[in-house]
Each structure stands twice: as structure tokens, then as C-alpha cells.
């Protein structure tokens, strides 16, 4: 696979992982020369219906989770039937591999770890997604201490009926697993909880809770025996981090603490209060007090008398007073009894509705709104969760529909290189490219396969038609591993065509100096007088320098700018990309940049913003060029 260029952008460089059921490659963009990780179903699977709706799964569930602590996807595709998930480039490493080096943690540095584990799986959990295999393997340690999760093979939507575990076939590893999913029971949020309990457990103590010799011995641990308490093995951990985990590690689910977001506040206040521990156990633990200072205790032996007395009269009052409102609030709740009113928001709806009736509530949907929360995600309530009111009554919510759904620009009238600009900053991508006898003018577009303003997801292809005549259109050909001098001879003698070459300084250096992407790609219709970009493995031509800079407006969001000049390549005219980003909107953004060429003189260059040329400056190539 080393050398493959998927979706025509992204070439594989190494392999860096191999999991159970998927292979994950280093990988660079070359259209940003950014690197990225392409995780790969392995090749004995392409026909397992299990394995590829798992991994579909997962493509679809972290395209949609987009949390700091959650690797990233950017995309998904296929290369020869064998599906892959386009992910988020993470330096550094796993923590099971940091167990294995250094033992036990810091008690710091686990709860650190634990607490933005947490963050990951209260995102997950909000957006209906239950991990269910939170394990060391799957969290990414960066050199900076950030953690990121990934791995989500298994994971489901919390609405669904989920078993995990079911006679010896385990999904998921057996030394993590929580003990309702050991007995093939369908899990909860609690279940991610109890995963992440077990993992601040091996940090802090250097090993895992439950050891046997099989998997199933293991899961039986989990169901039928407590563990050792992290304490009596590490006993530098605190009493207070001590009882945050031996909760989270509760064989009964509604023992544990109810969402991560309470777990992590228990963590946080553990370090704050390290031998407090609650007297009641069914509390959460600290999560509901305060983080106040110490209550100092003042002796009334040093109060003065006359301060007593003041003392003594206002305590009168306020019993008074006390006593006052006590009763009329004892008659007034006897008049009109009450019920707290539950949190709605974050759930599901039919969720939503069934707690609200648990509470002897009923639910009103006031109105369905776009939202990046999942469609059916309960958005606001009122009354507002904590408060009161009469039992029957209706809490009003609005529920999310969604993300917006983007609409199709109009592409009609403009040149290949503007409806490309116009796609992608829309959300869309270009299709297939054909041509046709139109009144438009040639060499524009002049249909689409999607009207202009129909909605459509995002990412969604939109093929066109561009205005030609019967005999100015031909088939593009191959260039791909050739030899730079050899393909552009090729392309000049096809057709008039337009030929723009950019460097790759990151491709396998055994390609140096030929093409290994191609725009149009080979066997796609192009017409004369097309513009062909070429990406060359290598470096660019070096010599002489010099020092180039621009000032340009940039009204709109996301517009592609180029920078190029004129040079030759085996005495045919071509364009050198020099410059090649994104900008944003601005006046007088600084486009500065040094060029380098293989011969002195003077070359043309020109600036191109959104595909449109705006500016040609002669710039002196005279310096000579500091070599690497």
C-alpha cells in the first residue's frame, strides 16, 4: 500500500498500526501537505458482513463527534472495495504503551488523563453514542498531555439494545469490561464509566483490577468479585481519588456515578478534599458540594457582651421568621403539591419523554430547530430542571432537526475552476465533468445534475456539463509515474492545454521527479484550453532566490489563492506553483513568500485568486539560493 494515492488525494507513507480488525497508515493531503491517519478494514474482512457494517459504524459515528478530546474524521471512501475512514493525524502515544514504560502514574497526571477521557465520553454520550470499549489501547496520548479516544469499532447509539458479551466471544477487551456487558447484558453510559474506572485504576496502581488466565475467567471477576481497592495496592493514592474509582468500579449500575460530567467533578474535588470521604455513599461523590473555604469555628467566650446580646436577639428573629414562613410554605405545599421538574435537555426525545412521565410530568415540543446537536436531541426545556411544578403539567422543549442542510450554489455560467471554489465553499464536491453543444458561451458551465438552491448533505458530488463544440473536447490521458519532461511533452502534443505543475517535498523520495497526482484524472472528458495541474514528487527547482510578497482582499471565506510563475519544462510553456493556501476574509492580507528557480532572471509571476488571474509582477531572480 506504501506509495497509493486514495480519492486522488491522499498518498499512504507507512504503516503505524494493526488492530483487530483494521489496518492504520500514516498518510499525507496533498493538497495541503498536511498528514493525516487512514484507517483501512484489512483485506480478509472486505466480505465479512459483520466486520464492514462495524466499520461502518464507526465511520459514521465519528464523523459526527467533534469534541477536542475525540480524534477527528475528515472523510471516508474506498480502494478496491475495501472500505477506509480518512482520520485526524495524532502525534504520540497510546497509554497502554505509557503503562507498559512507566508502571503506575502520577496521581495527577491519571486523574488528568481520566478527566479528559471523561470530556471524550460526555460528548459521546450527548450525542447518543455509547463507546463500550474504553480501554488504554484506545487513548492517545499527545507529547503535550492531551488525550485523545479513538476507536470506536463498537460503539452504538444509547437508544439501542447493545450486548457485549455473549458466551466466549467478547467485543471489546475482557480486562475492562464493566460486569452487565460480561453477562451479555445491553449497556449504558454507566458501562463507558465502569471502562474508565478500570483504566484510572491501572494508572494509579500499575495493573488492571481482575487477571486470569482466559477471557471468560476475567469476565466472571467482573461480575462476581470485588477488586482489591487501588489504596491497599498504591498507598500514595488518596482516600478521596480512592472512592471515585472503587464507585465507578459499583457491579450495580446505578451505584456508579450517573453521567461523566459527575464523575469528572468527583475527580476534580477529590484533589481538592484528598482525605475527605462522604458518609453517605449514595451520594455523588462531592459533585454536590461546595467549594467554598474552610468553616472557621469561633469561640463565644471571646465575643463581647454586648455583641452577645445583639447575637442572641437576632437569633430570635430569625427563628421567628423561620417559624413564619415554615408554616406557610407547610400550608401552601399541602395546597398545591409539587413535583421537581427532571433534566430533559441532552436526551433523546422519546428518552425525554419517558423521564418526564417517570416524573409525572408530561412533554409540549414547542418547535423543531437546526442545530449541530443529533436530530431528535432535546434542546431546551422549561421550567428549567431543579425547579417545581404541579404534577400533570406540560415541560416545554425545543428539539433539534439537526445540522442545517447546505443548498447547492448556482454553477451556471461559470468556468471549471469557479464551480469548483463554489462547490467546496459550500460543502460540496465536484462530480463528473462532461461537455455539450449549449448557448452558453464555451468553456462554461451550462448544466448541473442538482439545481441551484435544492438542498443536499454535505459532501454531496454535483457532476456538470460545460459548453463546447463536437471537435474541441478530448479524452485526458495518464501521466501518472512519469517523468516530469516526459508527461508534459505528452499533454502538449494531446491538445492546447494549460499545464501547472506544483512540488511535493513529502512524497516517497523513490518518486522524485514524477507525477503522482493528476487534475483532470486520466479518462475524464477535458476540453482545449483546459488547465491541467500536475503534482511532482520532490523539491522545487533550486538555484536562485527571491523574496515575493503581495497585499490581496479577500471578501469571502475560504478562497483558494496561488501564487505561479512562468517557466519551461523540456521547452514547453508551463506555470510552477510557487504559493498555494486558503485565505479568509480580510483587506490587505499579506501573501509573502520565498521562490526559488534553477537559472537567474527576470520570470513573470502571477497571483490568482478563486481561479481567477488578478495580478503579473517581473520579479529578479538573482540571490543565490541557501542550499538544504
Not at 445491553?186 to 496502581?205: C, F, I, K, R
Not at 430547530?369 to 422543549?397: C, F, H, M, R, W
Not at 438542498?455 to 458530488?461: C, D, K, V
Request: charged share 20%.
Amino acid at each position: 500500500m506504501i506509495g497509493v494515492i486514495l480519492n486522488h488525494r491522499y498518498q499512504i507513507q507507512e504503516l503505524i498500526g494493526t488492530g483487530g480488525m483494521a489496518q492504520v497508515y500514516r498518510a499525507v493531503n496533498l493538497a495541503n501537505h498536511r498528514p493525516v491517519a487512514i484507517k483501512m478494514l484489512k483485506e480478509e474482512y472486505r466480505d465479512n458482513p459483520e466486520f464492514l457494517r462495524r466499520f461502518e459504524r464507526e465511520a459514521k459515528t465519528v464523523l459526527h463527534l467533534t469534541q477536542e478530546n475525540i480524534v477527528h474524521a475528515y472523510g471516508v471512501g474506498e480502494y478496491n472495495g475495501i472500505p477506509f475512514i480518512v482520520l485526524e493525524y495524532v502525534e504520540g502515544k497510546t497509554l497502554k504503551t505509557i503503562l507498559q514504560e512507566k508502571g503506575a502514574l502520577p496521581q495527577k497526571t491519571a486523574v488528568s488523563y481520566c478527566i479528559q477521557t471523561l470530556n471524550a465520553l460526555a460528548a459521546a454520550h450527548d450525542a447518543g453514542i455509547i463507546h463500550r470499549d474504553v480501554k488504554p489501547q484506545n487513548i492517545i496520548i499527545t507529547p503535550s498531555g492531551k488525550v485523545k479516544l479513538t476507536d470506536f469499532g463498537i460503539a452504538r447509539d444509547a437508544q439501542a439494545t447493545t450486548v457485549t458479551f455473549a458466551g466466549s466471544t467478547v467485543l471489546g477487551s475482557a480486562h475492562y469490561l464493566s460486569p452487565e456487558q460480561a453477562q451479555g447484558k445491553p449497556v449504558t453510559e454507566e458501562s463507558d464509566l465502569y471502562s474508565a474506572g478500570v483504566v484510572l485504576y491501572e494508572m494509579l496502581t500499575g495493573t488492571v483490577p481482575f487477571t486470569a488466565d482466559t477471557t471468560v475467567s476475567v469476565a466472571l471477576k467482573h461480575i462476581n468479585e470485588n477488586p482489591v481497592p487501588a489504596i491497599e495496592r498504591n498507598p500514595d493514592v488518596y482516600p478521596s481519588v480512592n472512592y471515585v474509582v472503587m464507585r465507578a468500579l459499583s457491579k450495580d449500575p446505578s451505584a456508579r456515578y450517573r453521567t461523566a460530567e459527575r464523575m469528572k467533578r468527583a475527580l476534580l474535588n477529590a484533589l481538592k478534599k484528598r482525605d475527605y470521604i462522604p458518609a453517605d455513599s449514595s451520594q455523588d461523590l462531592f459533585s454536590e458540594e461546595s467549594d467554598s473555604s474552610d468553616t472557621r469555628i469561633v469561640s463565644i467566650h471571646t465575643i463581647p457582651p454586648v455583641a452577645k446580646i445583639a447575637i442572641i436577639v437576632g437569633l430570635f428573629i430569625v427563628a421567628f421568621t423561620g417559624m413564619f414562613f415554615g408554616i406557610r410554605y407547610i400550608y401552601s405545599s399541602a395546597a398545591t403539591a409539587a413535583n421537581v421538574v427532571p433534566s430533559l435537555v441532552g436526551k433523546k426525545l422519546e428518552s425525554a419523554q419517558n423521564r418526564a412521565e417517570d416524573f409525572g410530568f408530561t412533554v409540549d415540543i414547542e418547535e423543531y430547530e437546526s442545530s449541530n446537536d443529533p436530530a431528535g436531541t432535546v434542546l431546551t426545556q422549561s421550567p428549567d430542571a431543579g425547579k417545581y411544578a404541579k404534577p400533570g403539567s406540560a415541560i416545554t422543549i425545543k428539539v433539534s432537526a439537526g445540522p442545517e442542510v447546505p443548498t447547492i450554489p448556482n454553477l451556471i455560467g461559470l468556468t471549471y475552476e469557479e464551480a469548483v471554489s463554489a462547490l467546496e465553499n459550500a460543502g460540496f464536491r465536484m462530480g463528473t465533468v462532461s461537455y455539450q453543444v449549449s448557448d452558453t458561451a464555451i468553456g462554461y458551465v451550462c448544466s448541473q445534475s442538482i439545481p441551484a438552491g435544492m438542498e443536499s448533505p454535505e459532501g454531496s458530488e454535483v457532476n456538470i456539463s460545460i459548453s463546447a463544440t463536437a471537435t474541441s473536447t478530448f479524452m485526458m490521458p495518464s501521466v501518472i509515474l512519469f517523468p516530469l519532461p516526459e508527461a508534459v511533452k505528452l499533454l502538449d502534443s494531446t491538445d492546447s492545454l494549460k499545464i501547472r505543475i506544483q512540488y511535493d517535498p513529502t512524497a516517497d523520495k523513490n518518486l522524485n521527479g514524477t507525477i503522482i497526482l493528476q487534475q483532470p484524472i486520466a479518462g475524464e472528458e477535458v476540453q482545449t484550453g483546459r488547465t491541467v495541474t500536475l503534482t511532482v514528487a520532490g523539491s522545487q527547482p533550486s538555484g536562485y532566490s527571491a523574496d515575493i510578497a503581495f497585499n490581496v482582499d479577500i471578501t469571502e471565506s475560504g478562497t483558494p489563492v496561488i501564487a505561479a510563475i512562468e517557466d519551461a519544462v523540456s521547452g514547453v510553456l508551463i506555470e510552477r506553483v510557487l504559493y498555494n493556501n486558503i485565505l479568509e476574509p480580510g483587506e490587505k492580507i499579506p501573501v509573502s513568500f520565498t521562490a526559488t528557480v534553477a537559472v537567474s532572471g527576470r520570470y513573470e509571476v502571477i497571483l490568482y485568486i478563486n481561479g481567477a488571474e488578478v495580478k503579473r509582477r517581473e520579479v529578479n531572480f538573482t540571490d543565490e539560493a541557501v542550499q538544504p
